[in-house]
């Protein structure tokens, strides 16, 4: 259930060079968040999980994204090219959270 906290974020990610626009539909702080939007050609969902782990904190991110429309027909490729796009975003975020970006 949304409820008023919900916002509307334009988060400057793109695909295919469109503004992807996220809602908040969950927020439960310090433990989760969770994002979601759509356009006309995909609907995407990030969910990211906090926890202790020691004097650290560990980061889960769930990334789903389900093409629409007309990219349907392409969701193998597709499938394999945002395995690829995460897997890489995957191993660069140590890098950009101990630089604090």
Same mark, same amino acid.
């Given at each position: 259930?949304?409820?008023?906290? +919900?916002?509307?974020?334009? %988060? &400057? ?8 626009? !996220?809602? +908040? +539909?969950? *927020?439960?702080?310090?433990?989760? *968040? /969770? ?6 050609? %995909?609907?995407? =969902?990030?969910?990211?999980? *906090? ?8 980061? =889960? !991110? ?7 429309? &007309?990219? /349907?027909?392409?969701? &193998?490729?597709? =499938? ?13 975020? &140590?890098? %950009? ?5």
């Amino acid at each position: 259930m949304r409820e008023s906290l +919900v916002k509307r974020l334009h %988060v &400057p990610r793109a695909l295919a060079g469109m503004a992807l626009p !996220y809602d +908040v +539909v969950e *927020f439960d702080p310090p433990n989760a *968040f /969770v994002l979601e939007g759509e356009t006309r050609l %995909v609907r995407y =969902r990030d969910r990211l999980e *906090f926890s202790h782990d020691g004097s650290n904190t560990r980061l =889960r !991110y769930l990334a789903e994204l389900r093409p629409r429309g &007309p990219l /349907v027909i392409g969701e &193998p490729l597709l =499938r394999i090219m945002f395995r690829r796009i995460g897997d890489d975003a995957t191993r660069r975020l &140590p890098t %950009v959270a101990a630089a604090g970006i």
